[in-house]
C-alpha cells in the first residue's frame, strides 16, 4: 500500500495539470518544463524551462494561440477578394477544453476575422502534451466552409525571450545557421512580409534548433510529416537598421519581441479534414551537443536501416575518386590510373545519355565495369531518377505533363519530374531497372532530391497526388522501390548526396554536400554512417584534414589545369599520407565511436579536433591546424588518461606525447591514450 502511495505522489509531482488563478489558467508541468495557458482564449501566456530557468515566454499579454490562413477568394477573381486574410486565434470566440492528466486540447468553431461579414464552418482542434522533458504539439481541422484553409500555424508563441543578452542566440538545422540575436537574420521577400523573418522548412531542414552556449530547445517531427512545415521567427515591431535586434524590450510604445509559429501548410478544402504532424518542443542545458543528442536518441527508430545494408566495404577507409566520362574507354583509363595512387572507388557520371526521353548508357558500359572490377576497382554510377533532358526527342509528349508545378500551374523548372505521381514512379522503374550497367555496378549515388530551390510541393492534380503534396513523400517511396531493386538483398550499395535525416534508413552512407563548418552536426548525429566528402584543387588539403577530423572518406574531384591525378603531386602525397595513417591506425580513428570533445580537451590557435572512443574504451584526439600560415603549440588535458603517443600523416612511428608539441600550418596529429 505504502508502495502505491509512493507511486502516486510521484506521478502528480512529475506531471500536473491544473487550473489556478480563479479557472483563469491551465497548467502543464513537470520537473524540466512549465507551459501556462489561458482558458480565455488557449494561448500560451508563459513557458519556462525549469532546469536552466530560462523563461522562454515570459510576458502573458503576448500570449497567442493558434493562426489560420483563410483567403477569401471565388472562383473569379474581385475586389472583394482578399488572399491575406490571417484568422487570430486569440480573437476568437472562448475554446472549448478538454483535460487529461497531461494533455489539454481547446477546440475552436466558427472562424471569424475582421474581414469577414460571418464565421466560417472551421473547427481547429490543438492538442499540447506534456513530455519528458518538453511538449509535443498535435491537432486536426475540419473544414466544411467554402473556402481553401492553407495553413495553421501550431504553436504560435508569441515570444521567445533572449536568456542571456551577453551572448548570441541562434537558430540552426543539420546544415544551417542563422542569428536571432543581436543579429537577427532576415531571409524574407523585402516587399512581402510584414516584419524581418526568417524561415526553415521541414522536413528537408529535420530539426530546428534555438540555442546559446548554455541552452536551448529543439523542435522537430519524429516521425516523416505528411505536410510542408513552414517555421517562422518574426521580429515585431522590426527595426530600421539592418539585420539588428534591439536589446529593450520596448521601443516606440510596441513591445519588442521574436515571434514564433511553425506553419502547417495543408491546403485543406472545402469539405476537407487534415490530421496535423505532431511537433515536439524539448528543452535542454548545456551546449548545442546536448540538443543534437535529444533529437538523435528521440529519432534513432526512424534512422534504423529498413533495407539490408552493405557495409562489409563501405565501412572501410577507403579513397574515391569522382569522374565523369563519354565512352567507355574513359573509365578503363580512369581506373588505371587510379589504382596507381590507391584509389578504390570511382564515382561515375556521364555514363547514360538520352534518347527518346529515355536514359541509354553508352555503348559497352556493362563490360568496361567488369573490366575495373577485374582490376580491383569497385565502380559506383551517379543516378538522376526525376532530372530529365527537355531538349531530347519525346520530352514534350512524354514528360512535359509531370514537370512539378506551383499553386498557380506554373511549372518550378522544365527538367524536373514530380516524384509523387505514380505514373511517374512507374516509368521510371522501367527505364533505369533496364539498364545493365545499374546491375552490374557496385551501387549507386542517386541525387535525387536535392531539397533546395522552390520544389518542395507539387499542386498539379493530374498527376494524382493532393493539392499542395510535399515532394519527399514521392520521393522516399521512390527511393525504397530502387534500392529495393538495385541492391539485391544487400550486395551492392545504395548512397545520396544531400539528403535529408529519413532517408537514412534507405541509403547505406552519402556524399555530404554542405559547408565544412556542419561536417560536425552530421557526424555526431549519425557516429557510424559512412559519409564522403569531396576534396577539390583548392583547400584539397584542408578538406583531407577534414575527412579525418570526421571520420569521411575522401573523394578525389580535381579539375583545375587537367583531370590526371598525377599532375597533382602534392595532393596525392598527401592524400597517400593520410590513408596509411588511418590504415595502420584502424582501431584509434576509424573502427571507434566519435565523441565530438568529451574526455580529452586540447588546447591551441586555430585548431580543431574530435575525440575518438575505441572499443577498449581508450580515447584518441585528431587535431588539425586549421591555419594557412601560423604554426601552433597543441597540448592536451585530461584526467583519467594514460599515457599518450602520437603519430602523423608524415611520421607514421608513434612516439611519446610529452604534453604539448608544434603543429605546422594545415597539419595534422592523432594523439592516442594507451
Known sequence: MKKKIVLIC??????????????????????????????????????????????IMRREILGQSFELLLPLEGVQMSDADCRYNVIKGVEQAKPLIE??????????????????????????????????????????????????????????????????????????????????????????????????????????????????????????????????????????????????????????????????????????????????????????????????KLYRDDCVVYTEKMLPSSTHWLAEPLTWRKIGIKRAADLLRYANESAKFGVKVLLVKGWYKWENARPVEIPNMDEAILECQKLGMRVILE???????????????????????????????????????????????????????????????????????????????????????????????????MAEALTQNGTKVAMGQGFIDFQNSIYDGYLIGVSDNFYVRHRYLDPKEPILTRVEVKNARRGMNKALLYRMNIVYDLYFHSDCLADYPNIMEYGNQM???????????????????????????????????????????????????????VSVSCEGVGELRYATPETLEDRSFEGTIELAPLSAIIIMEQ
Not at 149 to 167: A, F, L, M, N, R
Not at 257 to 273: C, E, P, S, T
Not at 421 to 441: F, G, K, N, T
Not at 459 to 477: A, K, L, S, V, Y
Request: one cysteine or more; aromatic letters at 12%.
Open 383 to 481: 543516378t538522376n531518377w526525376l532530372n530529365v533532358d527537355r531538349y531530347a526527342a519525346g520530352y514534350k509528349d512524354k514528360q512535359r505533363k509531370y514537370m512539378m508545378s506551383d499553386p498557380f500551374g506554373m511549372p518550378y523548372n522544365y527538367g524536373y519530374m514530380c516524384p509523387n505521381a505514380p505514373e511517374v514512379r512507374r516509368c521510371l522503374q522501367d527505364m533505369w531497372l533496364s539498364l545493365p550497367a545499374l546491375r552490374i555496378a557496385d551501387g549507386y549515388m542517386n541525387n535525387d532530391h536535392n531539397h533546395s530551390g522552390k520544389t518542395y510541393m507539387c499542386f498539379d492534380q493530374n498527376h494524382g497526388h493532393r493539392f499542395g503534396e510535399p515532394t519527399i513523400n514521392g520521393m522516399i517511396e521512390l527511393d525504397r522501390i
Open 99 to 292: 483535460q487529461s492528466n497531461g494533455r489539454i486540447t481547446f477546440i475552436w468553431s466558427g472562424m471569424k476575422s475582421a474581414l469577414m461579414d460571418k464565421p466560417a464552418d472551421i473547427i481547429f482542434k490543438g492538442e499540447v502534451r506534456l513530455l519528458d522533458k518538453g511538449l509535443e504539439f498535435s491537432g486536426s481541422l475540419i473544414n466544411n466552409s467554402e473556402y481553401t484553409v492553407e495553413y495553421v500555424s501550431w504553436p504560435c508563441i508569441g515570444e521567445v525571450t533572449v536568456p542571456d543578452k551577453t551572448q548570441p542566440l541562434y537558430q540552426s538545422t543539420r546544415n544551417d545557421i542563422k542569428g536571432l540575436f543581436p543579429h537577427f537574420s532576415n531571409r524574407g521577400a523585402y516587399w512581402g512580409i510584414d516584419y524581418p523573418t526568417s524561415t526553415y522548412i521541414f522536413p528537408e531542414k529535420s530539426f530546428l534548433q534555438v540555442n546559446n552556449s548554455k541552452e536551448g530547445f529543439m523542435i522537430y517531427n519524429r516521425a516523416l510529416s505528411k505536410h510542408t512545415i513552414i517555421t517562422s521567427f518574426e521580429l515585431i515591431p522590426g527595426f530600421d537598421k539592418r539585420n539588428t535586434n534591439p536589446y529593450e524590450d520596448e521601443m516606440d510604445g510596441q513591445l519588442v519581441r521574436i515571434q514564433f509559429k511553425a506553419n502547417h501548410v495543408l491546403y485543406n478544402k472545402a469539405g476537407d479534414v487534415s490530421v496535423l504532424d505532431s511537433l515536439k518542443l524539448v528543452t535542454y542545458s548545456g551546449a548545442w551537443t546536448e540538443g543534437l
Open 579 to 633: 590513408s596509411k595513417l588511418r590504415n595502420r591506425y584502424l582501431n584509434y580513428i576509424w573502427d571507434a565511436t566519435f565523441d565530438e570533445h568529451n574526455g580529452m580537451r586540447v588546447n591551441g590557435k586555430n585548431i580543431e579536433y574530435s575525440i575518438f572512443v575505441n572499443k577498449a574504451g581508450k580515447r584518441t584526439a585528431v587535431v588539425c591546424n586549421m591555419s594557412n600560415e601560423s604554426a601552433t603549440q
Open 10 to 55: 510521484t506521478l502528480f509531482l512529475c506531471v500536473s495539470v491544473f487550473a489556478n488563478r480563479e479557472g483563469e489558467w491551465l497548467v502543464l508541468e513537470n520537473e524540466y518544463i512549465e507551459a501556462v495557458f489561458d482558458t480565455k482564449n488557449g494561448a500560451l501566456v508563459r513557458m519556462t524551462d525549469k532546469n536552466s530557468g530560462w523563461e
